[in-house]
């Protein structure tokens, strides 16, 4: 297990490149499983959980090379239907086979997600959904075992939230089960448009993604594809933070700036300067002002931003108020933050945060990924030398981001216990 040690206090500058989304490319992978022949995904970061969805898809048959910066994944002969414990714990995306599966083979057996660092994270709008279009869903000694021997038929389904990951399960499996599935209340997450898109290009029809109403047409089977994934909006937003919190001057590249309306918005609230120019975005740190936060579903603000703007929030002249609305225990990092000298009192799911002239660097611990990012970020404003264990938990989510912070002046380096 590896760690973070920070010397904190340097002003970040430079350019960065920002790379391939976690979130986009896990649905993706998942959706090569509707077809036989090779797909190829290009622009893939080098991640845990890019590995951990390679492991669940090679268990179930699929050959995967990595190529560059890309993955060639085909699904041709699925020997397997199967996603055991050992992978699911890891990610709780792999739940993103059991659409597909089910739709290809009649079967699927997918072990229970169960809770994580951030809350209980159930998975009934995903077997829910399902279950309306056909499929037999039970639960046994931990695992989903799912069948679907006629295979599956379109439905009105209803998601009583805007769950990211259903609405990717459900829109998977519709893509190639028999008549109409509309999907309402789906979630309006640029991850969704992504695999939407992706799907169209290997044949599928599907309407109103963007919106909260998705209308899938069913074709009877789909061709490989290949694809590019999108710039990750959640690492952009961590390293735009990263520039704000150290009050340095920092040009990310290569990015999609619409998918972070919000996010600017509220670092300009707290009085950051922000230019942004095509793919590009400048930010130019200030002292930061208090703000208040409310994470939403998208287009809201996001919940994989919300400790990581705590961090920045530490540091305000003033009192800032976060509420957490998307997962109910999100809030791992605060006990750490408050051992760097953070003022933070959690009265349920808001967060007040009264700021403080500085933190102080100390020994702290990641246990999960954006509340780990959150870390790194204290620790580059912070006075001192911050140690951060866990690291793994980081890696999860971004790629050699040490090497990223240390190209823009940052002290930080990877000791490997
Ligand atoms: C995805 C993202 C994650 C992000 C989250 C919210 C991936 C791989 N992960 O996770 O980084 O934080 O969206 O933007 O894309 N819920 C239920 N029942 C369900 C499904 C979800 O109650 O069947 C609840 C969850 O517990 C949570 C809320 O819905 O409170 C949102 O979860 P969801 O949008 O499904 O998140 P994920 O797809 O798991």
Do not use: W
């Amino acid at each position: 297990m590896g760690k973070f040690i920070i010397e904190g206090g340097v002003p970040l500058k430079g350019k960065v490149r920002i790379s391939g989304a976690k979130n986009s490319a896990l649905p993706l992978m998942a959706a090569c499983l509707l077809t036989e022949g090779r797909c190829q995904l290009k622009n893939v970061p080098q991640l845990v959980d890019i590995i951990t969805m390679k492991k669940v898809l090679e268990g179930l048959g699929s050959v995967i090379e990595r190529e560059n910066e890309g993955l060639k994944i085909d699904c041709t002969s699925l020997s397997n239907y199967e996603a055991p414990y050992e992978l699911v714990r890891m990610m709780r995306a792999s739940i993103l086979v059991l659409g597909p599966l089910l739709a290809r083979l009649g079967r699927a057996r997918v072990s229970l997600p169960g809770g994580c660092a951030i809350g209980r994270r159930p998975v009934d709008l995903h077997l829910k959904g399902l279950v309306q279009m056909g499929a037999k869903i039970e639960v046994r000694e931990g695992y989903i075992e799912a069948y679907a021997k006629r295979g599956l038929k379109g439905d009105n389904i209803y998601l009583d939230l805007p769950s990211v990951g259903a609405t990717e399960n459900i829109m998977l499996a519709a893509s190639v089960a028999r008549g109409v599935t509309v999907i309402e209340g789906a979630s309006r997450a640029p991850e969704i448009i992504e695999l939407a898109t992706f799907l169209r290009k290997m044949g599928a029809k599907i309407e109103g993604v963007g919106t909260d109403s998705i209308r899938v047409e069913g074709v009877r089977e789909l061709h490989p594809a290949s694809y590019s994934i999108i710039p990750d909006r959640i690492e952009a937003g961590t390293l735009l933070i990263a520039g704000a919190i150290t009050g340095g001057e920092v040009v990310l590249k290569e990015i999609l700036p619409h998918h972070l309306g919000i996010v600017l918005a509220k670092l300009r609230e707290m009085g950051m300067e922000i230019e942004v120019k095509d793919n590009q975005i400048r930010i130019l740190g200030n002292h930061p002002r208090p703000v208040k936060i409310k994470t939403l579903p998208y287009p809201g603000f996001p919940t994989d931003l919300q400790p990581q703007m705590t961090s920045l929030a530490c540091l305000a002249q003033g009192t800032s108020i976060i509420t957490e609305t998307v997962f109910e225990d999100r809030f791992a990092h605060i006990a750490e933050l408050q051992r760097m000298g953070a003022q933070i009192e959690r009265k349920g799911q808001m967060v007040i945060v009264k700021g403080v002239p500085f933190l102080e660097g100390t020994i702290v611990k990641a246990s999960d990924i954006r509340g780990g990012a959150a870390l790194v970020l204290a620790g580059l404003a912070a006075r001192g030398v911050t140690q951060i264990c866990d690291i793994h938990h980081i890696d999860r989510g971004y790629e050699r981001l040490e090497e990223k912070l240390s190209r823009l002046g940052a002290r930080i380096k990877r000791v490997e216990e």
